[in-house]
């Protein structure tokens, strides 16, 4: 493990800080699918990560079935009741704008607004997120109880937005490893203020670059985007698909990992990839009571990068899965929902998704019937429970150890988790009685 050092990330405690502190310079930021505001996003990422490459795509690039839209822009926007009293305020919530809002200046009676005005009734002090990319509209999201309030009168409703030709935003980073496969991993950067469904993903990911740039000798070459969910990364799949379907061998949504509760995973459409398989070992060990879902339950970019021809082996780890939490797509998802313990545990999970990914092997030994371990002093001279247990484990390894295997596999079988092995392996190379390679030794 001295190759994969947890380089610019400090201790849990001081990481989770760092995380959660990045969150609140960008919560601030009034982001959509394009933007200014998904790129003083990605110039607040690249302050973080000066590696990073921010591309661009003109309005009305094709993309499969898709069309790059107009970008949207926005400065202010409120309502005004017939005193000049500003009942709803963009700059004091970016959610309070139905997001792609065409401009109006426009004078209305309460129930001529009330037909685009949105509320969420059985959540009447939350502010709902609404968008319309991709048909004309305007409106204004509130809670149910401001709504509710609202009395009979005149009101004015000005939304200073501008729909024009201009580009998508996504930001790029490729780090090279020994190996021409690659490691994909993706996040999305188009919510406007939303704390663990927006947030959490950039964040963790960011941070997790940090420590992958801090590997001297990396195996496999990663890489690692920040895109608007959806358009973003069908606009990239449309520029790489060939490259990526030839060398992705493994790869993760990064989305929804910031918050306290219980972590949950979503398979690729396949569901038995080395990402599912790898997800679900680091979960069952962290967390035994993970919730996991189906490809049922989709409903971020693994519908594109799984999608049937693309058929990326992309996988998704959670904390509290996009949908399925009440705080969703709501103003109470915010940056007390997620923190400092949430965000680190995120990206621990992941971070350890990502070392069995780099250091899996198959390992073999290299004696004939079962080794001696006490003449290399490797078993325990008294027979003791808990040594006992030790022992149990290194001879179930030993014992799976054929070439045939990767250790992965083997940890799996033997319900142990991958690093925890890693090192018996090592200290068994080291006598001389195991070998590892980096692939199987037999044809499967």
Wanted: proline share 5%; hydrophobic share 35%.
């Amino acid at each position: 493990m001295d190759n994969l050092p947890d380089t610019g990330c400090g201790d849990e405690i001081s990481n989770g800080k760092k995380m959660h502190k990045m969150a609140q310079v960008l919560w601030p930021i009034a982001r959509s699918i394009t933007g200014s505001g998904v790129r003083e996003t990605l110039a607040h990422i690249k302050q973080e990560i000066p590696e990073l490459n921010i591309e661009s795509v003109a309005t009305g690039t094709n993309a499969f079935d898709w069309t790059v839209p107009k970008e949207w822009n926005i400065t202010d926007a409120y309502i005004e009741d017939q005193y000049g009293n500003k009942v709803v305020d963009f700059s004091k919530n970016n959610l309070h704008v139905v997001g792609y809002s065409i401009p109006v200046d426009v004078w209305l009676t309460r129930d001529e607004l009330d037909k685009h005005l949105y509320s969420l009734p059985k959540q009447p002090n939350a502010i709902p997120y609404v968008t319309s990319y991709y048909r004309e509209h305007w409106g204004f999201c509130l809670t149910h109880k401001q709504r509710s309030e609202l009395p009979d009168g005149k009101y004015h409703a000005v939304i200073k937005s501008t729909l024009s030709y201009g580009e998508l935003n996504y930001g790029e980073i490729i780090l090279k490893g020994s190996e021409d496969k690659e490691i994909l991993l993706s996040t999305y950067i188009c919510h406007p203020s939303m704390g663990n469904n927006e947030l959490s993903g950039p964040v963790v990911t960011t941070f997790l670059v940090k420590w992958l740039m801090g590997i001297k000798n990396r195996r496999y070459t990663y890489r690692i985007i920040f895109v608007p969910e959806t358009i973003g990364s069908i606009v990239y799949l449309s520029k790489y698909i060939d490259h990526l379907k030839k060398n992705v061998i493994a790869g993760y949504v990064i989305t929804c990992i910031g918050d306290n509760n219980c972590y949950s995973y979503l398979p690729s459409r396949n569901g038995n990839t080395l990402s599912d398989i790898v997800a679900k070992h680091v979960l069952s060990h962290i967390d035994p009571n993970y919730k996991q879902y189906t490809w049922l339950d989709r409903g971020s970019d693994e519908r594109q990068y799984c999608a049937p021809g693309v058929d990326l082996p992309i996988a998704t780890i959670m904390r509290s899965k996009y949908g399925e939490y009440p705080e969703y797509h709501t103003s109470l998802d915010d940056l007390k929902f997620i923190t400092p313990d949430g965000l680190h545990g995120g990206y621990l999970a992941l971070k350890k998704s990502l070392e069995i990914l780099e250091l899996n092997c198959y390992p073999k030994v290299t004696v004939f019937c079962e080794p001696q371990l006490g003449n290399r002093d490797m078993y325990p001279l008294l027979s003791v429970k808990s040594q006992n247990t030790e022992v149990r484990t290194m001879m179930n390894l030993i014992s799976y150890s054929d070439g045939t295997k990767s250790l992965l596999d083997i940890s799996v079988m033997i319900n142990t988790p991958f690093l925890k092995l890693l090192p018996m392996v090592d200290d068994l190379v080291c006598h001389g009685l195991m070998e590892k390679y980096t692939e199987c030794l037999y044809e499967k």
